[in-house]
């Protein structure tokens, strides 16, 4: 297979061609160039000399979340893809008014072989920048984590069809690192004319499947996923002949495309510009998420939880208001098992429904009360608590990680409104179950101070200026947060294998719990690619 030069002959196109480009150049220049302000926001809030990992993401994710025509939804619905819809109506319209407008004026044009070659660089740099933000968070396994103690300790008949798939990808790490491998790798030849076709190819198989997947386990990110098959069937067009005479009817074959020649001061521009986008967008995207990885995974809570804590407990005492519950199965309100993860959480089960967090876990949230992927699709009565630690004074400020109005996550992408998300609680009158233990009774400024450097608490590395301004927020944020929250006093006996929890619970009822250690044989071994420092 061979390439013709169509700058050395131009041909003619059809009447169908030209406004079959039309339309198609309005809505790819409208898919594939940013048009939320948020965007160019927070293009401009960056702090390029202390860039955190999700400072790049969020520039290479947009396009299918917003534009002028509508807002993406999710879930396993196909309204998600209304808004390329509306924009594909726009651009039939716009494109044959382009058409009426030359053919008024006389001025009907016979190719637009440089426009298309200008649209195809702007698409295949698109699509290349979106896919491998979207890849480094497989290629260093963080998208997908290894499950908590908290999920261990759940059944499988209480976890949705998308966690149970989310965590087939977390428990076999380097599967997820070969995807990342596959969508990084793919991404990256999409920057070279000559590996279009080959990055583009990988591009609607391996994302094709993710389309499939998010359908099939209802994983809400089916529209973004089908956006890169979109962009790469797009880059396919000059191709589809010459794979069919090469690959079905097995003859000798060529690809016409057009290539222009560019004066050497420009040429020099466009080789300078594209080393700029390979060294930030896969050298320094690299190292970010490297350090992501490592210290702060962006799926799992940064902050180390206490040593002594850690582990799987059988909840063998339960007391509240001072009378003794027995174990018993059917109870709705006992502790049946509890949890303390390698990082601030407590996790306990309670045989009662609970309000299910339906996100995939991910977004961009700094603050380790908002990383909600260890609660997101676990129902079974699994319930998740961030804590702060007073180790000197042996007592946990506990709050809900499940809040009634979740976060906006994806901001820049436009995705992740909380609009739909309050008229659905407003509709289940949710707000009845408001907090019993307010912020300020909770977490008082005599004791808020000890817990002030929360922001530092991670590697040094991984204090971006991202994460100390939104934890410059955080008392603003808090405050508008609906949680449940209450404090314990712990004590650990028998070398840790015993823990009693003493304090006031949520409803302010008062709790007296006994925790033993139980080590369960669990079959499955997070292996070495362990995201996350928590020693």
């Known amino acids: 297979m061979s390439v013709n030069n169509l700058s050395q002959g131009k041909r003619k196109w059809t009447t169908f061609q030209l406004i079959a480009f039309r339309i198609s150049f309005v809505f790819f220049i409208i898919v594939s160039i940013p048009n939320n302000p948020l965007w160019y926001k927070h293009v401009f809030a960056i702090d390029w000399l202390n860039l955190d990992y999700r400072d790049l993401y969020d520039i290479c994710r947009f396009g299918s979340g917003v534009n ?50 200008w649209l195809n ?80 190819a990988l591009l609607v198989g391996a994302l094709g499947a993710i389309v499939v997947v998010n359908f099939a386990y209802n994983g809400g990110v089916h529209v973004y996923s089908s956006y890169f098959v979109l962009l790469s069937l797009f880059l396919l067009v ?74 799987h407990y059988n909840v063998t005492e339960f007391k509240l208001n001072g009378e ?24 306990f089960r309670v045989n009662r429904p609970l309000r299910l967090d339906l996100s995939n876990g991910g977004g961009d949230p700094k603050r380790d009360v908002n990383r909600t992927f260890e609660l997101s699709g676990v129902a079974g009565g699994q ?32 995705e992740g409104g909380d609009g739909g998300v309050r008229n659905y609680l407003k509709d289940q009158k949710a707000y009845d179950d408001a907090p019993s233990i307010s912020l300020e009774e909770w977490l008082p400024d005599s004791v808020k101070s000890k817990f002030a450097d929360e922001v530092n608490d991670v590697h040094p ?36 294998n015993k823990v009693i929890l003493v304090g006031i619970d949520e409803n302010r009822d008062s709790l007296y719990v006994v925790l033993d250690r139980v080590i369960k044989d669990h079959k499955l071994a997070p292996g070495k690619l362990v995201a996350g420092q928590y020693d």
Do not use: C
């Open 68 to 117: 002028w025509f509508g807002r993406t939804t999710f879930g396993y619905r196909l309204e998600g893809y209304s808004i390329w819809v509306n924009t594909l109506f726009f651009s039939i319209i716009a494109g044959f008014i382009w058409t009426f407008i030359l053919k008024l004026f006389k001025r009907e044009r016979s190719e637009y072989n440089k426009l298309f070659y």
């Open 121 to 200: 660089v702007i698409v295949r740099y698109r699509a290349g920048l979106g896919i491998i933000g979207f890849g480094f968070t497989k290629l260093f396994p963080v998208q997908m984590p290894y499950p908590s103690f908290g999920i261990l300790d759940t059944d499988y008949g209480d976890l949705t069809a998308q966690k149970i798939f989310w965590l087939s990808f977390g428990i076999v790490p380097w599967y997820q690192v070969f995807a990342g491998i596959l969508e990084v790798g793919a991404g990256t030849l999409l920057f070279f004319r000559k590996t279009v076709p080959i990055g583009a």
């Open 324 to 347: 003794t519950r027995p174990f018993n199965p059917y109870d709705t309100i006992r502790w049946q098992s509890a949890t303390f993860e390698n990082w601030s959480t407590l996790t």
């Open 383 to 414: 319930r998740a608590f961030h804590y702060y630690a007073d180790t000197d004074n042996k007592k946990l400020y506990l709050e809900d990680k499940y809040k009634l109005i979740p976060d906006p996550r994806n901001v820049t992408a436009g």
């Open 238 to 311: 000059p191709y589809y002949r010459p794979f069919y005479n090469l690959f079905v009817k097995e003859i000798v074959t060529k690809v016409e495309l057009y290539l222009p020649k560019f004066k050497p001061t420009f040429n020099y521009f466009r080789v300078g510009f594209k080393t700029v986008i390979i060294f930030i967008f896969v050298g320094v995207f690299f190292y970010l998420q490297y350090l992501d990885y490592r210290y702060d995974p962006y799926k799992q809570p940064s902050s180390a939880g206490v040593k002594e804590l850690r582990g």
């Open 461 to 496: 590395k991984a204090r971006t200026t991202r994460r100390i301004r939104e934890f410059a927020k955080a008392d603003e944020l808090a405050k508008k947060e609906v949680r449940q929250r209450f404090v314990v006093n712990y004590t650990v006996y028998d070398k840790g």
